[in-house]
């Protein structure tokens, strides 16, 4: 079972942009999850191709459940 911590961010062109996070900590922390997200903004070290990351829009966790078959 794998789990993505998808950080989702408003653009200044009114795009949205993400960053994923591999097998994130649990609980997820939603209070520091959106300061960490609000510090990203305010560093300014992420340019997207829609400009620079504006605003916190959400985050959410993917959890994705794999499943192999041996075919032979």
């Known amino acids: 079972m794998a789990k993505t911590l998808v950080l989702q961010f408003d653009t200044e062109f009114g795009k949205t942009a993400s960053i994923s996070v591999d097998n994130p900590k649990e609980p997820i922390n939603e209070v520091l999850v959106k300061q960490s997200m609000e ?3 305010a560093s300014g070290v992420f340019t997207t191709a829609s400009g620079k990351l ?4 959400g985050a959410r966790v993917i959890d994705r459940n794999v499943t192999d078959y041996e075919l032979v």
């Open 54 to 57: 504006a605003a916190v829009k």
């Open 39 to 41: 510090q990203i903004i």
